[in-house]
T-cell receptor, first 113, second 113 residues
Framework: QQQVKQSPQSLIVQKGGISIINCAYENTAFDYFPWYQQFPGKGPALLIAIRPDVSEKKEGRFTISFNKSAKQFSLHIMDSQPGDSATYFC????????????FGTGTQLKVEL | GAGVSQTPSNKVTEKGKYVELRCDPISGHTALYWYRQSLGQGPEFLIYFQGTGAADDSGLPNDRFFAVRPEGSVSTLKIQRTERGDSAVYLC???????????FGPGTRLLVL
């Protein structure tokens, strides 16, 4: 059972454009939703995270939008740059359950010049 | 050290052999996690340590997998009688307390021939 579904699988965006990646979760016990960025040969690095008591969080060019009733959340990358080309993973966690992360399947983003 | 380190970075072994993968967490971090990432997939939780004890090992796929953290710092993931299906990147993460922000190491790429 895939508890966190992520789309699209891959995404190509022009430099300066907006990249949007979507995730949906099933377990309503999840109470923390991070996004990780992973470059080839590296481990995932935390990018930004949100809790379900807010609908939006912005850090620089990165914004998470959260819809609790729909059990969906998304990552928006504004002014996308070639250096943003990486694989992005959404994840979810239940802080009362040992903090084990449940990851989506990943989105491979390529930002073209 | 500045971050989570994992050794070896790559390991090639033959089916049926025993392997050990090592994780050095960020100094002072009490929580340590192991995840497994198959090609093209998100990381999957294996086991979580709080201090020296395994607080949650529900993600270990079978009894060929075992992990220890005898002094509450370095952890070793042990795989007996390796199978080709064990080939993956094994990621380690740590956090200061059982917390949402988990810092990942670069992973060990295991290939079972």
């Amino acid at each position: 059972q895939q508890q966190v579904k992520q789309s699209p699988q891959s995404l190509i965006v022009q430099k300066g454009g907006i990249s949007i990646i979507n995730c949906a979760y099933e377990n309503t016990a999840f109470d923390y939703f991070p996004w990780y960025q992973q470059f080839p040969g590296k481990g995932p690095a935390l990018l930004i995270a949100i809790r379900p008591d807010v609908s939006e969080k912005k850090e620089g060019r990165f914004t998470i939008s959260f819809n609790k009733s729909a059990k969906q959340f998304s990552l928006h990358i504004m002014d996308s740059q070639p250096g943003d080309s990486a694989t992005y993973f959404c994840a979810a966690l239940f802080t009362g359950g040992g903090n084990k992360l449940t990851f989506g399947t990943g989105t491979q983003l390529k930002v073209e010049l | 050290g500045a971050g989570v380190s994992q050794t070896p970075s790559n390991k090639v072994t033959e089916k049926g052999k025993y392997v050990e993968l090592r994780c050095d967490p960020i100094s002072g971090h009490t929580a340590l996690y192991w995840y497994r990432q198959s090609l093209g997939q998100g990381p999957e939780f294996l086991i979580y340590f709080q201090g020296t004890g395994a607080a949650d090992d529900s993600g270990l796929p079978n009894d060929r997998f075992f992990a220890v953290r005898p002094e509450g710092s370095v952890s070793t993931l042990k795989i007996q009688r390796t199978e080709r299906g064990d080939s993956a990147v094994y990621l380690c993460a740590s956090s200061s307390v059982p917390a949402e922000t988990q810092y990942f190491g670069p992973g060990t790429r295991l290939l079972v021939l």
